[in-house]
């Protein structure tokens, strides 16, 4: 198999990304470009993303931004082997816009088109920068999403464990919004954090020694909604912040800890690598608590690069040059789909019904 290079589209919730990823016949990455446009500022005033708005901002930007990727590769259309676009979970209106942009783009140049899940590319996004074998372990804690899974490639994944309320991204901005910071409440609340002393607040431990590798939020942001409503100095905000991060990446790790020994034990003892992904795993004290679970355990770790970690379409464009590798793409008619859980079976088996601000947490 020759190397592949591929246009990778995201538009699944509120970052309008391209990117031009080569992947190498040996299975190395190359991104040559990877462009992304944060509506952030669109939605900041409403305290989260409104599907109307982002679906609009997306039209407004996707060719502009396809165009700047291109340019940045320093190739065009003839250069690709094949088009790759999040077809979902998502927002779908959102969704639409670039898996229509990208059945466009195959129908006109004749390229193959994949329609990729967007947490299947949060699943790679770690093998954009370092070689990772599978299987590995993989956490995966975003906006809409936080679970843990047994990755055996691309487009085979078991769930060991997911969260039964909110996402870890999501307790990270609901519990910022209670503390008046601004959207996206992860990245500012990890800043608000910066020094503070975890230990003077104490919350709640939720599932502590719970079996199984399930996640819940609930009880944390309750107890830090409570909390946060008598503090006001600055000194104890800050300490405040650093013990919902210290809180949440503490629950993260012991999760993640059973899950190893679950893993582990399937696995003969073999194949122990822990990849974390997704939003959350761009947090600083979140990637510190888990690199020393792995290491505890006896697994290599090994997290994308910040800029990877969130929304990217470098993520979307290897995880379709994997695809295509195997012999895979999709026709035209391929959907866009709300609600796409990695593992489907383990989904339909034991759904959890809860909805997610941005899909399928199951
Ligand atoms: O993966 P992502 O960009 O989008 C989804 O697919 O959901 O993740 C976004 C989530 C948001 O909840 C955001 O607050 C969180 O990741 N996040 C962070 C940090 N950076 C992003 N949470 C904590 N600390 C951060 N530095
Ligand atoms: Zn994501």
Redesign the pocket.
């Known amino acids: 198999m020759s190397a592949l290079t591929v246009l990778g589209i995201e538009t ?2 509120d ?1 309008t990304a391209a990117a031009v990823v080569r992947r190498r016949a040996d299975g190395r990455a190359e991104v040559l470009s990877s462009i992304v446009s944060s509506q952030v500022a669109a939605h900041a005033p409403y305290g989260g993303v409104v599907p109307e708005i982002a679906a609009r901002a997306h039209v407004e930007v996707i060719d502009l931004i396809i165009r700047q990727a291109l340019e940045a590769a320093g190739l065009w259309f003839e250069g690709l082997d094949g088009v790759a676009a999040t077809a979902g979970p998502g927002l779908v209106g959102g969704v639409m816009v670039g898996l229509s942009a990208a059945k466009a783009i195959s129908l006109a140049r004749s390229l193959p088109l994949v329609a990729v899940n ?1 947490l299947e590319g ?1 699943a790679i996004s770690a093998r954009l920068d370092a070689e990772i074998a599978y299987p590995f372990l993989l956490l995966l804690v ?4 936080c679970q843990l899974l047994s990755v055996e490639g691309v487009g085979r994944c078991r769930r060991l464990g997911s969260t039964i309320d909110d996402a870890a ?2 307790a ?2 609901k519990i910022a919004k209670t503390m008046g910071l601004p959207y ?4 500012a ?2 800043r608000l954090a910066e020094g503070g002393d975890a230990e003077r607040f104490v919350l709640p431990r939720a599932l502590l020694g719970r079996d199984g590798c399930d996640f819940s939020f609930s009880g944390l942001k309750t107890a830090a909604a409570r909390m946060a409503q008598g503090v006001d100095d600055p000194i104890d905000r800050r300490d405040l912040a650093a013990a919902v991060q210290a809180a949440i990446a503490r629950q993260l790790a012991e999760r993640s800890e059973r899950a190893m020994v679950a893993y582990a034990r399937e696995q003969g003892g073999l194949n122990r690598r822990f990849v974390v992904a ?3 795993a ?2 600083a004290t ?1 990637r510190r608590t888990l690199q020393a679970s792995a290491a505890a355990h006896g697994f290599t770790f090994a997290a994308p690069p910040l800029a990877y ?3 990217n379409a470098a993520m979307i464009a290897l995880a379709g040059a994997k695809r295509l590798a195997e012999g895979y793409s999709d026709g035209l008619d391929a959907v866009a789909r709300p609600r796409w859980p990695l593992d489907e079976a383990t989904a339909a088996s034991s759904p959890i019904h809860k909805p997610g601000r ?1 899909g399928a947490k199951a």
């Open positions: 699944s919730c970052e967007h949060h975003s906006g809409g999403h991204g999501e990270f901005d996206p409440g992860g990245p609340l990890e997704g939003g959350v761009a947090n979140v970690c969130t929304d941005k």
